[in-house]
């Protein structure tokens, strides 16, 4: 299943029309005037606009474990209930997966119980990206018992699973909830897993840590009924470091560190940022969060998403577009006056980042131990390696260990002299912490494999790219990391948007009346960097595809024609934006 589902793609076939240049900023539309009710709950009552709020509001998401536990685990999978399998399952981290053999030309015209398996996908909810070896080596060994050591790193920090029986479900729950884990609203229309800093509380240079905030956040609000029902998900992002290393731009919240020169260190808070078909990211609304008002601020936020977020169409029903109506300043007063009851004071923006928010590599720690970032190969490992890092670490001394928001893994806490041995061993079994160039840089979704909304395969195409680019483009000395972002559908699930090189996956012609899977291409997208000073989003050349069989000769030629090209210090998205279209292709 996809990282985060949004919209059922339509499949096409490489003649349409790609859109012109994109702006740095793609405002979501607001809806146009109506007299027919948007559903929001302050302005037009709460009565169901539509199917999926008519069941949130006779049963939501929650209620249905009950149900998994006492009768679906006990009857099998075909006494499960339509409603909860297609829509509450999901308050629980659970999707059904992807039937095997369906091809991808497929995904448009069959209904959801066509295309899909009686196995699950599913969610671990880990918030902040926080484990300890014993919570991975149990993660692992669910893996091995009951999903066929299937195990995904994902791009919001949590671990997928496959295979997944629901007679199986409450021994999984039993065991991760017995390490402290667990998979409560890790999809659904709520508040979905907090992404935190992987390297909260450890780092030399950060700034503060927000942990004690995203535990307070999850202790109060995670699995009550206060947020069970909103509109779409709502996605959270908070760091105290400098790199401003959780992609808070395209979250429905952010708060980064930042130093007022008059308060002290606390947030700077940002909103109404999502990706997938209708890209916007989120704007500052210029106002200092101190450290003790985050959860307060943080409900305030989630509560406006509740109630005055858009419910009549699904396809609208995301922050970024009440954001788009209403701008920046009516959102900050509707939040000081009706939600927190006081002004809150205008702060700084945060300075630009002066490292890679991906923590690959070496560093040392606050404590003079050292923190090391592993790159697996667009995410995927399986439960062994989970097991097998859970040992590796505590002979070298460590219990703790994060995922991240670039489908990576950092363990913590390595005294100096176990660092390389222990750098040596963990590459032995598929995690590096000195990657090369786009093995560091390339994440996928989850694609056709499992997922339901995918019409072509992501992570093998990406994994295959990768060990072809390592050796066409060894001993090229990039100047910084080139992101390539691989995506099974036009969801965006892998941020193809916001990538130097982003790739929606769609069938194109194959010149005998055919089709094969490819891409089309997003060029010179970014987040806030060391190498950026701000967000924007990539260009898209008119016409401009490449197929998956074609994918690594494509990177190879853009990579050589950039190094030639570029000025002084320019990035590949400078050079993206102004290059020429042929240039491009």
């Known amino acids: 299943m996809p990282n985060e589902t949004e919209t059922v ?80 399952f999901r308050w629980w981290g659970l999707y059904t997966q992807r ?56 791009d919001r920090q949590n671990i997928q699973l496959h295979w997944i029986q629901i007679e199986d479900m409450p021994e999984i729950w039993r065991r991760l909830e017995a390490v402290g884990l667990e998979t409560t609203q890790a999809c659904g229309d709520v508040p979905r897993v907090f992404l935190g800093s992987p390297v909260a509380g450890i780092a030399a240079d950060e700034l503060i840590d927000p942990t004690e905030s995203i535990n307070e956040l999850a202790r109060k609000y ?61 704007e500052r609304l210029g106002a200092f969060v101190a450290p003790d008002q985050v959860s307060e601020v943080w409900r305030g936020v989630v509560s406006i998403f509740r109630d005055y977020g858009y419910r009549r169409l699904r396809g609208k029903a995301r922050l970024k577009f009440l954001l788009a109506e209403w701008g920046t300043d009516k959102f900050r007063r509707i939040l000081e006056d009706e939600y927190l009851g006081y002004t809150l004071p205008d702060g700084p923006a945060a300075p630009r980042p002066k ?34 890092v859970a040992d590796l670490l505590e002979a070298h ?39 090369s160039l786009f093995r560091r840089s390339t994440i996928a979704c989850t694609g056709i494999e499992f997922c339901k909304l995918a019409i072509v395969e992501t992570k093998q195409t990406a994994t ?9 483009l060894a001993g090229i000395d990039a100047p910084h990391p080139i992101s390539l972002h691989v995506n099974g559908c036009p969801n965006s699930c892998a941020r193809i948007q916001t990538a130097d090189i982003g790739l929606k996956g769609q069938l194109l012609p194959d010149g005998n009346g055919g089709s094969t899977p490819g891409f089309q291409v997003h060029l010179g997208g970014g987040l806030v960097s060391a190498d950026r000073d701000e967000a924007g989003l990539g260009r898209t050349v008119r016409g401009l595809k490449v197929t998956a069989e074609n994918l690594a000769d494509y990177v190879e030629r853009l990579v050589l024609r950039f190094l030639a090209a ?11 934006h102004r290059a020429d279209e042929e240039d491009l292709k």
Do not use: C
């Open 222 to 282: 995670l699995g009550t009924d206060e947020f069970a029902n909103l509109p779409r998900k709502f996605k959270t992002a908070i760091t105290g470091h400098p790199s401003q290393d959780v992609v808070h731009e395209i979250n429905d919240i952010g708060l980064v560190a930042v130093e007022h020169p008059e308060l002290g260190i606390g947030y700077d808070l940002w909103v109404g940022g999502a990706l997938s078909t209708t890209p916007r990211l989120a």
């Open 464 to 472: 295959d790219a990768i060990l072809e680019l390592e050796k066409r």
């Open 99 to 154: 039937k095997p053999g369906i091809d991808g030309g497929k995904t448009a015209t069959l209904e959801p119980e066509e295309l899909e398996d009686r196995y699950f996908m599913l969610r671990v909810r880990i918030d902040g990206g926080q484990l300890t070896t014993e919570q991975a080596r149990v993660i692992g060994e669910v893996s091995r018992d009951f999903g066929r050591d299937t195990a995904d790193l994902t």
């Open 9 to 88: 793609p339509t499949v096409t076939t490489g003649t349409e029309n790609a859109p012109a240049a994109a702006t740095k900023l793609a405002a979501a539309r607001p809806p146009r005037p109506s007299t027919r009710p948007n559903g929001q709950w302050k302005i037009d009552g709460t009565e169901p606009l539509n199917g999926n709020e008519v069941w949130k509001q006779v049963d939501n998401g929650l209620a249905v474990r009950g149900r998994i536990e006492q009768i679906y685990s006990k009857q099998g999978f075909d006494s499960i209930d339509g409603t909860d399998l297609h829509g509450r």
């Open 566 to 576: 570029r000025t002084d210090d320019e990035t590949f998205a400078q050079w993206a």
């Open 355 to 388: 490292t890679q928010g991906d923590h690959i590599g070496v560093h040392k720690q606050k404590d003079g131990r050292f923190y090391i970032g592993l790159a697996p190969f667009v995410g995927r490992i399986s439960g062994q390696t989970l097991t097998r």
């Open 397 to 435: 001394g460590s219990s703790r260990l994060r995922t991240t928001p670039h489908q990576k893994l950092v363990v913590l806490d390595i005294a100096e002299e176990h660092v390389e041995p222990l750098i040596a061993a963990l590459d032995e079994i598929g995690l590096s912490a000195r990657p």
